[in-house]
């Protein structure tokens, strides 16, 4: 349980198999099997919900498989390409957040701000979906177990919550099978002492318990209340948020430039407040006619979360190293990140407070509408030069 943040638990269905349907159209709807051959005494690594409806399931021997669902197509699988997918899957989760605990090739935990999870669980599940035409699952909550246990009864190919005050109604009910850490061996042997369900376990007296599953006893017991203290491990979280704009032309004006800037620094800065963090390095990109590229950054005494805060400093930036014109590409990157925001901290001023009240609503609004509704009167000339 945290104060500040939800977790998500993202997770690809079937994803070996649906990648093979995704390549090869004519196997959609088909029974498909990614495995080892069954002369090899290969196993079932994925297989997709058409197969698994003739109880097929991963880890299974092939030959079991192929007698369970013999019209079934195997395939070997190719890892090279799956990883490039992982790779795609793992850059639109970076666009929600940089707190990122990738679990496997097709599984990852997502910290964002509480309050969001639902939102962006939706936004994750049609990004995925419309981009790379994949199914996935995800469950929302402020711990990874009940974040995973929302995940595995959404499956497939959904978004579902559990929150911890659900957790008599919702989890109880379900086999102790349901908790990570509870595999047959210790299922027949909690069935032997009445205990079959979660509710079974979470009301068992805690010494009995403990004679029963030794050192897992209190952790398992918190499981089946729906506590978990376990943290994200964010070995591989995104160290970097950036956003850039290649122009259709060369671009000469430079007021141009700074609204293109502004809008950068509102996307990244939007995506830096959804995951709760601040920055405190803010990184120029900028790419002129003839292809150079250069990178200007500037590191601060203090974090910083405000979109207006990040235009000034690359706008700064821009105007110590643009060069002469003309530009082909601006790209705005934030690094650096601290946990909580600058906005969080008691602000001073009235006009301070009223910068943090607009950045509040504007962020209610894109969150709303998905694109921002309100923007600086700068910005409107522009708009209007399109319509
Ligand atoms: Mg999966």
Redesign the pocket.
Known sequence: MNDINDILLC?????FASVEQLDHPELQGKPVIVGGSPESRGVVS?CSYEARQYGVHSAMPMKKALILCPQAVVLRGNMSRYKTVSLQVRQIFERFTPAIEFV?I??AYLVVKRGTGCHTGNAIHIAVKEELRLPI?VGVSTNKLLAKIACELAKPNKVGSLWLEEVPKLLWPHPVRVLPGIGPVTEKNLERHGITTVKDLAAYPAASIEQLLGNNAKTLQDYANGIDNRQLEFEHEAKSISEETTFPEDIYDREIIFTVLLELSAGVGYRLRTAGVSCRTITLKLRFSDFRTISRSKTLPDTVSDDMEIYRIVKELFTAHSGKPPWRLLGVQISGFEQGSQLSLLTTTLAEKKEKHLLQTKDLLRKKYGSEVLFPAKRLSRKNKED
């Open positions: 997770d690809l269905d079937a994803f994925t496997s097709d599984e699952s």
